[in-house]
């Protein structure tokens, strides 16, 4: 019922920003937890930040805070991913997955993936 598709990455120089975009369809998509993971070439996929239904309560990877925000517009069924100080570290593919439950949830065992989208950092 739910299909994802991101968008806003691209190619940043250390320190730069990015804002990456998750469009969804579907029903109910109000009620779904939400979230960002993220893959390096020859890594595993790792999560990186999640929001619940209502946006009001969030979580990040250690790696991300400070740096990173994610929200959501729940009347334009998008999620958002706002990515400062960008390093070459968080150079990967980004994915948006999506649980109709909580972030607990989202994070143990994501439902439904977009197809990602690449986000390089480097000089």
């Known amino acids: 019922q739910v299909q994802l598709v991101e968008s806003g990455g691209g190619l940043v120089q250390p320190g730069g920003s990015l804002r990456l975009s998750c469009a969804a369809s579907?029903?109910?998509?109000?009620?779904?937890?939400m979230g960002w993971f993220r893959q390096a070439p020859g890594k595993e996929r790792d999560f990186v930040a999640a929001?619940?239904?209502?946006?009001?309560?969030?979580d990040y990877a250690d790696s991300v805070k400070g740096r990173f925000t994610v929200s959501r517009d729940n009347n334009r069924n998008t999620m958002y991913l706002q990515m400062n100080s960008l390093k070459p570290e968080d150079t990967a593919v980004y994915f948006c997955a999506t649980h109709d439950g909580s972030i607990w949830a989202l994070r143990a065992s994501p439902r439904h993936w977009g197809q990602g989208t690449q986000v390089t950092v480097s000089s």
């Open positions: 579907g029903r109910s998509f109000g009620l779904y937890a």
């Open positions: 929001i619940n239904w209502s946006g009001a309560v969030t």
